[in-house]
């Protein structure tokens, strides 16, 4: 098989680092003397070869973070570095170069994905020429296989189904072997049961070709598809859910929900948690030697294990938390 991969930015003989990594993210929108915090210190950390889903809802800063992981936005402060490459430093040849090999993209509206008068064979081998790809033959075979696309090479994008479409466009994205590939909302314009396949194609490529993947989406049933799944919200990473795997290869095993704590100590419980235990305003803490008890603060914890501190060696002080 023959592929072409971006450049290795690690130590001479290392693996090419494939990571995403965010540390304390702001992007600030100033228009008409409003300012709008779309990302509020922001971490995220996605391990080389790891497929996850960032997951939100409308204006929860989910659009803004892939704007800036994708080269075409810069946040306000902070730090951003996708296979080894500084979002914040890059100049306008390096963004270049970032765009047509290191990273790839499958965006939601099909013409952004793919030329309409050119065949999907062509498309792909477009993407190739332009990102200065080598045996290009041999690069389309390997993609057609892994991608199932044998059938509509010969086909524009009008002519083929929505999901053939975007497995065409999850081709044109690895066109040139790049190290991190981008999903936004790629079932966005798709049905259950298509979005359902095409998740598990992008697992798939994950798997056999070990690129980096982050689906950015507002559906969270793509959870049942990835391993990982982070949350945000209000500009925040807010929670996590991991799903264990039987075979080492699908996440059909137990799921498990955490919470992120930055590094001030801040965490956010999960809404479904807030509105069912009706916790609003202040709540009440409770540390305990292995966990920590959140209480409404007008309730009286009625739990001996849980309840709050009530001898001078359980009390710790809180007052910054």
């Known amino acids: 098989m023959t592929t072409t991969t971006a450049p290795d930015v690690g130590v001479a003989g290392s693996t090419p680092d494939r990571s995403i990594r ?11 003397d409003v300012e709008v915090q779309a ?23 989910k659009s ?3 704007g800036i992981l994708s080269g075409l936005d810069r946040p306000t402060a902070g730090s951003a570095v996708v296979a080894g490459v500084d979002l914040t430093s890059m100049t306008r040849r390096t963004r270049l170069q970032y765009h047509r090999t ?15 008068y050119l065949t999907i064979a062509d498309n792909v081998l ?14 389309l075979s390997t993609l ?10 010969d086909r524009r994008p009008a002519d083929v189904s929505g999901g053939q479409r975007q497995r065409a466009a999850v081709a044109v994205g690895l066109a040139n072997g790049p ?24 697992r798939s490529v994950n798997r056999e070709t070990g690129t980096t993947t982050l689906i950015v989406t507002h559906d969270a049933t793509v959870s049942e598809h990835v391993g990982r799944t982070v949350r945000i919200r209000d500009g925040r990473t807010s929670t996590e859910t991991l799903r264990s795997s039987t075979d080492g290869s699908a996440p059909d095993g137990e799921a498990q929900e955490f919470a992120l704590v930055d590094r001030a100590g801040r965490l956010q419980l999960p809404s479904e948690y807030v509105d069912r235990l009706g916790l609003r305003d202040r709540v009440r803490l409770a540390m305990r030697p292995d966990h920590v008890g959140v209480y ?24 910054d938390a």
């Open 144 to 153: 057609v296989d892994l991608l199932d696309l044998g059938d509509v090479l």
């Open 22 to 32: 965010c540390r304390e993210l702001v992007r600030i929108y100033a228009s008409d």
């Open 39 to 61: 990302l509020q210190g922001l971490q995220l950390d996605v391990a080389s070869g790891e497929l996850v889903a960032l997951v939100g809802a409308s204006g929860s800063g």
């Open 179 to 202: 190290s991190v590939l981008l999903a936004d909302e790629p079932t966005g314009e798709l049905d259950e049961s298509t979005s359902a396949q095409l998740l598990e194609t992008l």
């Open 126 to 139: 477009l993407a190739m020429q332009l990102g200065g790809t080598r045996h290009r033959a041999a690069r």
């Open 102 to 116: 290191v990273v790839g993209f499958v965006w939601q509206q099909t013409e952004r994905n793919l030329v309409p």
């Open 64 to 66: 803004t973070l892939l």
């Open 296 to 319: 409404r603060g007008d309730d009286e914890p009625t739990d001996a294990h849980d309840g709050p501190p009530t001898t001078a060696d359980d009390r710790t002080d809180h007052d």
